[in-house]
């Protein structure tokens, strides 16, 4: 058996500090005010990352084809992606009156120009066998008077590893509404100082409607600098939104080249 020590002192530090966190409970009751709150604190911390450990080990080892791929990508596709909020169940399951910029998890936030912030926007499990994703987003807006509302999702570093003009973004999701709604989704790319951006039409929606919607953004239209690639994120930008409830039941983006002619 071949000796790795790197991962031997790992797992032997690992359990030291599980033994040290079994000690500290035990000494709990005498602990001085001040080092207690420290020790909650830092305690919450791991909680969050075990959390979200266990989360995504339980997908894996589940065999969570449900969660990990959709059916019948493009020839070539060398990326794929579901955001994290689809994916495993957050610390903080919900925001409500939301300033603009809010963020929920580590790669969601909330854009809007509503001074009421008459929003509620939280994470829902997904209860149909016909969902890819064990969670879903929902947003309710109660008598929404702004008129700039969108989610924003950051996508990973590795969406920009080898990211040329000579690709296409794809974004499959699955929507439903409780009221009419119209929604966007935008591409946007940040290189250097710059940004470009590509928007698409998602839909009309209309209420009990979850048919599966699929968009392309053709990068080749994009004057983009590949050398100099920073940060990409997807907006869904929602029109109108007043009095209705949204909910982004999946998202799935992937990339594959764009057919040469």
Same mark, same amino acid.
């Given at each position: %058996? ?26 709990? @009751?005498?602990?001085?005010? @001040? ?18 450990? /266990?989360? #995504?080990?339980?997908? #894996? ?65 997904? #209860? ?13 807006? %109660? ?39 119209? /929604? ?47 940060? %990409? ?9 007043? %009095?209705?409830?949204?909910? /982004? ?13």
């Amino acid at each position: %058996m071949k000796l790795r020590p790197r991962r031997w002192l790992a797992d032997r530090l690992r359990l030291h500090g599980c033994g040290q966190w079994d000690v500290l409970a035990e000494r709990a @009751g005498a602990l001085p005010r @001040g080092r207690l709150r420290r020790l909650r604190d830092e305690g919450r911390t791991l909680r969050r990352d075990l959390d979200r450990f /266990i989360a #995504r080990a339980q997908l #894996r080892l589940e065999g969570a084809g449900r969660a990990a791929d959709v059916p019948h990508l493009p020839p070539g596709t060398d990326w794929r992606w579901r955001p994290e909020v689809l994916l495993a169940r957050l610390d903080r399951s919900g925001i409500a009156a939301p300033d603009s910029g809010t963020r929920l998890g580590e790669e969601t936030g909330i854009w809007h120009d509503c001074d009421s912030r008459a929003l509620v926007l939280r994470q829902l499990p997904n #209860r149909s066998a016909a969902d890819l994703a064990p969670f879903g987003l929902q947003l309710e807006t %109660m008598g929404f008077r702004g008129s700039y509302l969108s989610i924003a999702i950051d996508l990973p570093p590795e969406s920009l590893a080898g990211l040329t003009r000579g690709h296409i973004l794809r974004l499959d999701s699955v929507l439903s509404v409780e009221r009419p709604l119209s /929604i966007f989704a935008r591409l946007n790319i940040g290189h250097g100082p710059n940004t470009d951006s590509a928007l698409r039409h998602l839909g009309d929606f209309r209420p009990d409607e979850t048919t599966p919607r699929v968009v392309e953004f053709d990068l080749h239209y994009l004057d983009i600098n590949e050398r100099r690639l920073e940060k %990409m994120w997807l907006d869904l930008i929602f029109e109108a939104p007043q %009095m209705n409830a949204a909910r /982004i039941r999946d998202l799935f983006l992937s990339r594959h080249p764009r057919a040469q002619v």
